[in-house]
C-alpha cells in the first residue's frame, strides 16, 4: 500500500511538470550581435522587448567572480536539489526573530526560476511556486547550465540584463578577467539593481560591494588581505556605452538575416575603430555637411577589414544614414593609373617616354588640367604623377576605351556609364560611375602585380580571388606601383612607403585617394552624401592626408611592393629605343607620328617571292620573318591567324603548316600594319 501510495505520488509530480514545464524559452532571446574575424562584439541591438542580454558562455567568465557569486548567494549549490532547506531554516528563523527579511533564502536555482518567470509579490505562495519551479529546472539542467542561465538573465539596473552586459557597461570589458572588485561589484548589483545603480546611486552601490566583500565566505574565497584592496578601487559612477562600430555594415547584416544571433564579419574592431576615429575628426575638420568614407581590404585575401560609410552614422547634417562606400560617384582621375598600365603593357610607352600635356582637341572633346595650365612636354612618369589630364585621354585614345572597360570586367568591376552612352575618352578624368569598393577592388589587383581579387561585402558575399586573364600583367603593373609609390605624401604627412593616387571629380563634388602597399589598400572618398559641390575640394588636399593618416592609426604594418618581374625595367632616357623616346598617335590624326619611327615594313620575304622550305619533303625548315620600322610590340598574322605572342624583337621565324600561298600581315603597338602575299613550297 505505501509503495503504490509512493508511486502515485511520483507519478503526479511527474505528470504535473510535463503539464506545467517552466519557461525556459525566455533564456533563448537575446540581442543580436555584430562581431569581427576574432569574434570581438562590434556592434550589438536590444532585444523585443529593449533589454541588452548578451550571451555569454559560462566558461568564458572570470572563475573567480563565479566562486565568489556562489560564496555570497548559494554557498551549498553544488549539493542541493534546488531547494536549500538549511538557508531557508535560517530565513525563516532571522524573520521570526527580526520580524523584517533578513535573508530570503533562495538558491541560485530560485533566482533562475523567479528570472524566467518575473512576479512582483514576495508572498509564501510565490516562494512556494519558484522552490516547485527551482525542482523542475535542476531535474532539466546540469549545475554548469543553471549558473550559465544566471549569468545571462540577471538583472544588473536600467536595460542591463546579464554579466557580459554589466561588464561592458560599467567597466568597458569583456567579464573573463575581473579585478576582485569589479567581481564584487556585480555580485551585489542583482539583489537591488535598480537601487544600486552606480551611475545613480554610486554610495548604495558602494555599500552593497562592501557587504559583498565582508562576507566571511566570500573573503575565504578571495584571499586573506584582497577585501582592503578592492575596498580602495573606486566604484564606477558612469554607464558606458556598448561597442557601437561598423553601423552600416551591422545595419546590413541583422536585416539580411533577422533570425541569426550572432553575425561574423571580417572586420578587425581595432583597425575598424581607428579608421571612424579618422572619419569623424576629419569630416569635423573640413566643415559642415561634409562626409568621410573609407574602406580597408587585404589585398591578398580580399578581405574587407575595416569600412566606415560616412563620417557619423546618426549625425542627419552629414547624411550619415548614407553608406558612401556603396554609392555610385565619379571617380576623378583614379583611373588613370590602369590606362598607363596598358599603354606599358602594349609597348607603347616608358617611364621616361614623352608625351606632350598641351592643348588638345578630340573631336570636340578639349580637355583641361586641375589647374587649368599646361606643362609641354613631360615623361609618363611626370604626367601620372602629377595627374596631367592630356596625357592620360592621348593615352586612352591610343588603348581604346573599351579596351580598358574590358579590363576592369576582369577585376569584377563595371563601372556605369552615363545612359545610353558608350565608352568614351570622359572615362580618364571621371566620366563613369564607380563605388569606392569597387574602387578599392581594382587597387587590390595593383597590389597583387596584377592579380585581381574580388573583395568580400565583409559580412555575407565571400572574398575569391578571380580566375582568367589578370587586370595587369606582373610587369606593367609593376611600372605603374613603380610610379605611384614615387609620390611625394601629402603635406604634414608622414612618408609611409606606399604607392597612392588621387582623384577629383567634375564641379568639386568628390575628393578621391587611394593607397596601398604590398597588402593592404585603402579607399577615401570625400564630399557630400546629397552630391553637392564643395569648393575648394580636392583629392590632394582633402583625401589624401587622410589615407596617411589612415594607415598610421590602422596599426598594420607595411608591406614591400612585389618585385620586378622578369624584364621589367626602369630604362633611363638614355637606353630607350627610338621607338620609345617619344610618345604620338595616328588614330585621331590629332600628331603625325615621329619619323624616327616610321610605318613597319616587311623586308623579308619580300611581296610575291617564293621560298622553298622543304614542305614536301618532311624536313620543314622555318621561315624567317624580319621587318623595319613601326613600334614594338608586334603581332604577326597568318592568313588571317595569329601566330603565337605579339614579340619585341623585329626578326621572327614562322614554321608554315603547309605548303602553297600564304598572307602574312604584321601589326605594330599603335596598329599600324604590313602586309605581304608569298608563295611556299
Known sequence: MQVA????????????????????????????????????????????????????DGALVDPQYKRMLIAYEDRRFAEHRGIDLLALGRAAYQFTTNLRILSGGSTLSMQVARLLEPRQDRSIGSKLLQMARAAQIERRLSKDEILDLYLNLAPYGGNLEGVRAASLAYFGKEPTKLTVAQSALLVALPQLPERRRPDRYHKAATEARARVLNRMAVSAVIGEGEVERAGLVAVPNKRLALPSYAAHLAQMAVSRDKQKQIHPTTLRRDV??????????SARKLGPKISVAIVMADASTGEIIGATGSADYFDSSRAGFIDMTRSLRSPGSTLKPFIYGLGFEEGM???QTIIEDRPADFYGYRPRNFDMSYQGDVTIRQALQMSLNVPAVKLLESVGPSRLMVRFRRAAVKPVLPANETPGLAIALGGVGITLKDLVQLYAALANGGAPVKLGDGVHEQPEAIAGEPLLTPAAAWQVNDILSGMRPPQGAVDRNIAYKTGTSYGYR???????????????WVGRADNAAVPGISGYQSA??????????SGVAIESMPAAPPGALRLTEAELPASLK????TRTGLISFSAREPAPQIVYPPEGAEVELGLNSGETLPLALKLQGGRPPFRWLANGKAMPDAIRKRNFQWIPDGAGY??????????????????LK
Open 5 to 56: 501510495f509512493a508511486a502515485g505520488i511520483t507519478w503526479g509530480i511527474e505528470a504535473a511538470d510535463r503539464a506545467f514545464p517552466p519557461p525556459l524559452e525566455k533564456a533563448s532571446v537575446y540581442s543580436r550581435e555584430v562581431v569581427d574575424a576574432n569574434g570581438r562584439l562590434l556592434r550589438a541591438f536590444t532585444t523585443p522587448d529593449g533589454k541588452w542580454r548578451l550571451k555569454v
Open 272 to 281: 575598424q575603430a581607428a579608421l571612424e576615429a579618422v572619419a569623424s575628426q
Open 349 to 351: 610607352i616608358a617611364q
Open 510 to 524: 568628390d575628393a578621391w585617394s587611394v593607397g596601398y602597399d604590398g597588402r593592404h589598400v585603402i579607399g577615401v
Open 544 to 553: 589624401a592626408p587622410i589615407l596617411f593618416e589612415a594607415f598610421v592609426k
Open 582 to 585: 617619344r610618345f604620338a598617335m
Open 662 to 679: 600564304s598572307t602574312l600581315t604584321v601589326i605594330d603597338a599603335i596598329g599600324r600594319a604590313a602586309t605581304v602575299k608569298v608563295y
